[in-house]
C-alpha cells in the first residue's frame, strides 16, 4: 500500500480506545474463515484506515490487508457455531466477503470489532471525517495539477472561430453539477446560455468535450430537455443545437443520441424530461442506444458477485453468467460508444450524447468513444485527463454512486457505473494490447482506490464540492505518477493518430477475470507476468517476441472479421 501511514491510528480492540501514536494494537486468536483455504487463525488489527489480518502458522505467511472504505457493511453471524464460535461478516464493494470468528467466550471481544469497523468503515455516518483528509503522505508531483481544463482544450485547439470558452458558470450560479469552463458555440451570448439551461434537466446545457483536428465534428455532451408530457419546445434550446450543426462545415446533420432505451425516455415525460423531437429540431437524427439506468446495472453486478464468489459452478458457469446479463450490458455501453466514433470520424458529423441526468451512462458513452478518437487519450497521464474532465469535472456523483463512508448500503444511488466505464476500458485493451501505455494494473489500482477512501481523487459529487474539500487531500494520480513503471504496458507503441474501433459483438467480450474473480486462487488466468513481459521486450529479440503476442490477439478478430488493428470501419455487430 502506499504511503508512510505517519496518519494512520491502530484500535486497541479490547478496549475500543485509539493509540495515538502508531503502533500494533491488535488481537490474538482470531480465526479467519476463508473460503478457499480454510479456517486460519491469526492476528487482527484494526486502524482507522484498514484491517489487517496475519496467519504464521502458513509458509508464506497468509495476510489480509483491507481498506475499510471497501466495506460496504458489517454483519454479525448468528450465534456459536459447532466449535463454540461466534462470528461477523464484511461484505466488500470489490467482489468478496471475508468472516472472521472468536471464541464464544470472547463474545464481548466480537462486540468491540463489531463497533470499531462500523465506527471507522463508516465515518461519515459518525460524524468522522474519511481517511483520504488525514492522509498526509507528501509525492514527487501535485496530483491535483494534472488536469489544467484551459490546456486541455488548447491541446484540442479551443478557442477558435467557431468555440469559445466561457465564463458563465464561473462561480456554479448556471449549473452547479458542471465546471467553471464549459466550450461552448462562439455565436451564442451567455445570456441565452441561461435561458437554454432552463430547458435542460439540472441546467446541464450542451458543451463541448472533444472536437475533431480535421473535420472539426464534435462530441458535446448534456441532460435530457425538459419537454414533458405536452412537448414542450424551447426556441433557445433549438437555435443552440442549430449552431453545435453549423460549427462543423463538413456536415449539415447532427446526431443526438439518447442513451437510455427509448420506452424509459418516453416514460420521463411525465416526470417533465423526454427527449428531442425531429420535428422541433431540423436536420437532427434521434438515435436510442439502450442502456439501462443505475437500478438495473447494480442488480446485474450484484447477480455478478453471486456467480463468481466465492466459488464458480463449472457445470452451469456459461448459463449463470449470462443470467447475470453483466457482458450484454458492457456490449451495449461499447456498442453505443462506438457508434458515436464512428459518426463523427467516419461520418464527419457532430454529435450530441445525453442519458437523463448527463452524469452517469452521458460519461460512459462520451469518454470511451473519446478514447477510441484521441491517441492522448490512451496514455497515462492523458487517461487521467480524462477521467478528470468527462467524470470528475463534468459531475459524476462518485459519492452517491460508490457511498463512500457512508453506512446505508441499500442506497438506491448506489451503482457500479464507473467500473462498467473501466471494464469497458479493460475489454478495448484486450483487442489492441499495443495501443495503450497503461497496463491491467493500472486499471485495478483505479478501481481499488475508488473504494479505498486514501486518496481524495474520488471524493464528492461535483468540481463545486471538490474544489471546497479535496483540495485538502493528495490525488491518486500523486501516487501514480510516482511510479510509472509499475503501470506501463510495455508493449505500447504510439499510434497517437490511429482511431481504434473494436469488435463488440458478444463472442468478442468476455469477463475481467483479472478483477472479478482475482481471490480466487484456482481461477487467476495463465498470462504472463508484467516482468516477464519487460524481459522480454529488453531482449535482442524483442520485436519477434511482441508479434507473437499481438497475434492471438489481433489476428482472430482479422481473420474472423477482415477486422484490422486500427480500423476504420463500423464494427458494432450483434
Partial sequence: SPGDWKSERVCNIQSGSILQSPGLGATKDVTYICPYIGALRGTLTVTNYRLFFRCMDREPAFVLDLPLGVVSRVEKIGGASSRGEVSYGLVCKDIRNLRFAHKQMEDSLRKSIFEILMKFAFPVSNGLPIFAFEYGQVYPENG?????????YKRQGIPNESWRITKVNDHYEVCDTYPSNLVVPVNIPDEELKRV???????????????????????????????????????????????????????????????????????NKMKGGGYE?????QNAELVFLDIHNIHVMRESLRKLKEVVYPNIEESHWLSNLESTHWLEHIKLILAGALRIADKVESGKTSVVVHCSDGWDRTAQLTSLAMLML???????????????????????????????????????DRSPVFLQFIDCVWQITRQFPAAFEFNEYFLVTILDHMYSCLFGTFMCNS????????????????????????????????????????????????????????????????VLTLARLQAQTASPAASSDILSILIPVCCSHMLQEGHHCFCSQESYGN
Avoid at 144 to 152: H, S
Wanted: hydrophobic share 35%; proline share 4%.
Fill in 144 to 152: 491535483w495539477k494534472v488536469y489544467d481544463a484551459q490546456a486541455e
Fill in 197 to 267: 439551461a432552463a430547458f435542460r434537466a439540472k441546467g446541464r446545457i450542451p458543451v463541448l468535450s472533444w472536437i475533431h483536428p480535421e473535420s472539426q465534428a464534435t462530441v458535446t455532451r448534456c441532460s435530457q430537455p425538459m419537454v414533458g408530457v405536452n412537448g414542450k419546445r424551447s426556441k433557445d434550446d433549438e437555435k443552440y443545437l442549430q449552431a453545435i450543426m453549423d460549427a462543423n462545415a463538413q456536415s449539415h446533420k447532427l446526431f443526438i443520441f439518447d442513451a437510455r432505451p427509448s420506452v424509459n425516455a418516453a416514460a
Fill in 277 to 281: 423531437s425531429e420535428d422541433a429540431y
Fill in 374 to 412: 484521441d491517441g492522448h487519450y490512451r496514455t497515462i497521464r492523458g487517461f487521467q485527463v480524462l477521467l478528470e474532465k468527462e467524470w470528475l469535472s463534468f459531475g459524476h456523483r462518485f459519492q452517491l454512486r460508490i457511498g463512500h463512508g457512508d453506512k446505508n448500503h441499500t442506497d438506491a
Fill in 463 to 526: 468540481e463545486q464540492q471538490r474544489v471546497k474539500e479535496v483540495r485538502k487531500t493528495v490525488s491518486l494520480w500523486a501516487y501514480i505518477n510516482s511510479q510509472l513503471e509499475e503501470f506501463t504496458n510495455p508493449l505500447y507503441v504510439n499510434y497517437s493518430n490511429h482511431v481504434l474501433f473494436p469488435v463488440v459483438s458478444m463472442r468478442h467480450l468476455e469477463l475481467w477475470v483479472g478483477y472479478y474473480i482475482r481471490w480466487n486462487p484456482r481461477m487467476r488466468p495463465q
